[in-house]
């Protein structure tokens, strides 16, 4: 079974460009997460997703972050305009459900120069 | 602000080795979740324990949920390189909040 994918594995953009990251979840779960992680830290909650609707995004910066989920399936996460501290691993988890184990994909490193 | 603090942040310790890292929070977790992540990978889900007090094992790691639910730790008995990782906590609040502790970085030398 196809675990979580993310794509682009590596993105670098120029600062005040915009940016965005796909995320595939695994099949039939209904729980989507995206999280920020920078380096040798613990990943931070941006947003999460109950099928199609976002049901926690107080994390989420929305000047300059969306996010959507077509169809309760894959996501996408932008940001327009990137900064330099944008530079990070954005990290997509799904779950079956909002209380059972989520499983990460690869991430995407953005590095913003 | 983190809501589960994760100690050490730092070990790096010799092959053979026991070790133990603390994952802790003010607030009860509803389940706790241990993840590892080698660099430039996603975590990987090493266990999850739900009730208070339980202790599960896994090969040469055991892991330990707190009896009020709040803390857990992590055990390694006899150290190898490939134990070397980012070691994450995750708690559950509220059923539906899903929040990570800050890591702490294990370096095991040969």
């Known amino acids: 079974e196809a675990g979580v994918v993310q794509s682009p594995r590596y993105k670098i953009i120029e600062k005040k460009q915009p940016v965005a990251f796909w995320c595939n979840p695994i099949?039939?779960?209904?729980?989507l997460y995206w999280y920020l992680q920078n380096l040798g830290q613990g990943p931070e909650l941006l947003i999460r997703y109950e099928n199609e609707e976002a049901v926690d995004d107080s994390q989420l910066p929305k000047d300059r972050f969306s996010a959507e989920r077509l169809k309760g399936v894959d996501s996408t996460l932008k940001i327009q305009p990137a900064e330099l501290g944008d530079s990070a691993v954005y990290l997509c988890?799904?779950?079956?459900?909002?209380?059972?184990?989520?499983?990460f994909g690869q991430g995407t490193r953005l590095t913003v120069v | 602000t983190q809501l589960l603090e994760q100690s050490p942040q730092f070990l790096s310790i010799q092959e053979g080795e026991n070790l133990t890292v603390y994952c802790n929070s003010s607030s009860v977790f509803s389940s706790l979740q241990w993840y590892r992540q080698e660099p430039g990978e996603g975590p990987v889900l090493l266990v999850t324990v739900v009730t208070g007090g339980e202790v599960k094992k896994l090969k040469r790691l055991t892991f330990q949920f707190g009896d009020a639910r709040k803390d857990s730790s992590l055990h390694i008995t006899a150290a190898q390189p490939g134990d070397t990782g980012l070691y994450l906590c995750?708690?559950?609040?509220?059923?539906?909040?899903?929040?990570f502790g800050s890591g702490t970085k294990l370096n095991v030398k040969p």
């Open positions: 995750a708690g559950r609040y509220n059923f539906n909040k899903f929040y």
């Open positions: 988890a799904s779950s079956l459900d909002g209380q059972s184990e989520a499983f």
């Open positions: 099949s039939g779960h209904n729980t």
